[in-house]
Nanobody
Framework: QLKVVESGGGSAQSGGSLRLSCEAS????????IGWFRQVPGKDSEGVSCISHRDDSTYYKKSFKGRFTISKSGAWNTAYLQMDSLKPEDTATYTC??????????????????????WGEGVQVTVSS
């Protein structure tokens, strides 16, 4: 069974940092690219970033570049989203997803959603001012 599970959500102060993890099972990150998305209730889903399964190539929605960093560990079969300089408007449910195509992942980030192959349940991130 292909599965991704997020962890690391929680609360942070404005200007603080959090690191989210996305652990994959049933497949390896050598075969699937990982994307991060977020959603606030009542608003459309927003794409954040992707990391390629082929190498360490990354892609960010412009508004997140410089504050958020995506990475992965092959040894742990886990992808990460390091979030720095957090703002109250970063409060959202963050979800990771996996897809066999990095190009598809990038398109999903641009569109804010999309039919990625595998989706997690999401974790809540709350940033207070």
């Amino acid at each position: 069974q292909l599965k991704v599970v997020e962890s690391g959500g929680g609360s942070a102060q404005s200007g603080g940092s959090l690191r989210l993890s996305c652990e994959a099972s049933g497949f390896t990150l050598k075969d699937f690219s990982i994307g991060w998305f977020r959603q606030v209730p009542g608003k459309d889903s927003e794409g954040v970033s992707c990391i390629s399964h082929r190498d360490d190539s990354t892609y960010y929605k412009k508004s997140f570049k410089g504050r958020f960093t995506i990475s992965k560990s092959g040894a742990w079969n886990t992808a990460y989203l390091q979030m720095d300089s957090l703002k109250p408007e970063d409060t959202a449910t963050y979800t990771c997803a996996a897809d066999r195509s990095f190009e598809y992942c990038k398109a999903a980030v641009d569109s804010g959603s999309g039919g990625m192959d595998v989706w997690g349940e999401g974790v809540q991130v709350t940033v207070s001012s």
